[in-house]
């Protein structure tokens, strides 16, 4: 893994077409994804990642509405990408010295066969993490804190969007 969080492993993975050509996209504009693993502790099976992936939809759902609301439009826009699920079939193969082929299996695996991942797409750029788990704000200004507290307000006091980490473009993609 290229990093880790409190609950999940960050792999650099391509997605591929079925001749095994890289495949660009609108989603996956380099053909390149972040494969997240979660940790044990965090999530053993397809059921235990639908908060995960509920809490995900929630903040793009709200961050659509923020940005296209009066107040979000002093700002930059923020984008939530939505991972995908998946689980491997198969483990990758390779040639050792180019000739002696070598097949991971699962002993030899750090992704688990039919294990659960959340696929998402490479950001490209300098990636921040704007505000922590514990609200701890690390941020170039005022527009993350304000959506915190505008959802605050949307939600009737229910939820908070938070752990919010991207890249800064000509957009806020996190």
Known sequence: HFDEGACRYCYKGEIKNRNGDLSRNSYFPSGECVVKVFKKKVAKTSSDL???????????????????????????????????????????????????????????????????????????????????????????????????????VYSRGEKVVSDIQGVIKNVIII
């Open 50 to 152: 639908n908060e995960d992936f509920k809490n995900s939809i929630y903040a793009n759902k709200v961050s659509k509405i923020f940005n296209s609301s009066k107040l979000g439009k002093n700002f930059y826009d923020l984008i939530f990408v939505l991972p995908f699920a998946a689980s491997l079939e198969n483990y990758a193969k390779f040639n050792l010295f180019f000739f002696i082929p070598i097949r991971n299996d699962d002993s030899m695996a750090k992704i688990k066969k039919d294990e659960w991942l959340a696929v998402e797409p490479f950001l490209e750029g300098k990636y921040e993490k704007f505000i922590s788990n514990t609200n701890e704000i690390n941020t170039f200004g005022d527009a993350l804190p304000t959506f915190m507290h505008w959802n605050w």
